[in-house]
């Protein structure tokens, strides 16, 4: 049976003046959108007129909250109680949401970002304050995190449908998680190589670690970051080869529910 995989990106990072990734172009590629909810990137006109491009294009809509850093672009560490963590990610989906009910359009998932979605995926007061905020607001949203991650058993204890995600434009740790990008190597900038790393992760479930180890990594949806380089051209070459491996792309939801055995969810 055909391997069917969810292909999601990072958008709706501009703000103001300020212009970042090719949304418009990349949109038509993916199956699934993350949209950026005004803390780390963002601003009310970009998520009003993201979700639109989405649903004009039969894309899925999650939520993608992280730290209030629009210096930092919410990559920086930033040390926060559960409580406001948790009311973080309540007022970023609400946010979102709003602008999905406006036009009709369900919101479909959830995945932190940067600096929050990597601290989380260690600790699990973090990873537990997140879900629970998820939770709060809508039990039927999809939790988007890394394989074996704190936040993966924390959507578990909290009842949330969850997926794994890997990344075809990051290079990984021996542990699996994903090699800081102040360390050289940590950007995949090979298209070529980008797809091979992906039709390995999804056939076989594992990938080479930055120090050359195969390492066990077994994912339900890919991310391309819309802010790397050549974002458009890795996204259509991915999809590309996806479908020429005979792996299936599918929205997150259809994923969830094709492979439900790799899903985790709790009543």
């Not at 973090?126 to 039990?139: F, K, L, S, T, Y």
């Amino acid at each position: 049976m055909a391997k069917t995989v969810d292909l999601n990106c990072d958008l709706g990072e501009s703000f103001g003046n300020y212009k970042c990734g090719m949304d418009e172009k990349i949109i038509p590629y993916i199956t699934s959108a993350n949209v950026a909810c005004g803390f780390h990137a963002s601003d009310p006109l970009i998520m009003q007129e993201t979700v639109a491009v989405a649903k004009a294009n039969h894309v899925r809509v999650g939520a993608h909250p992280g730290f209030q850093d629009l210096v930092g672009f919410g990559r920086r560490n930033i040390a926060l109680p559960p409580n406001e963590i948790t009311a973080i990610i309540e007022y970023q989906i609400g946010a979102l949401n709003a602008f999905c009910t406006e036009s009709r359009t369900p919101l479909q998932h959830v995945k932190p970002h940067g600096a929050l979605y990597n601290m989380a995926a260690k600790d699990e007061r973090i990873a537990d304050a997140i879900c629970c905020g998820i939770a709060a607001v809508n039990r039927e949203l999809i939790l988007l995190a890394p394989a074996g991650s704190k936040l993966i058993q924390a959507a578990k204890r909290y009842g949330l449908a969850s997926a794994r995600e890997i990344f075809a434009d990051r290079a990984y740790e021996e542990d699996g998680s994903l090699v800081s990008r102040k360390k050289p190597g940590a950007l995949i900038t090979d298209e070529e190589a980008a797809v091979r790393r992906v039709v390995q992760m999804i056939r076989h479930g594992t990938v080479a670690a930055v120090t050359g180890k195969e390492i066990e990594m077994e994912g339900d949806s890919i991310c391309v970051h819309g802010d790397s380089p050549g974002a458009l051209k890795l996204v259509r070459s991915i999809r590309d080869g996806l479908i020429a491996e005979g792996i299936r792309i599918a929205p997150l939801e259809q994923v969830v529910s094709e492979n439900g055995g790799h899903i985790l969810k709790c009543s």
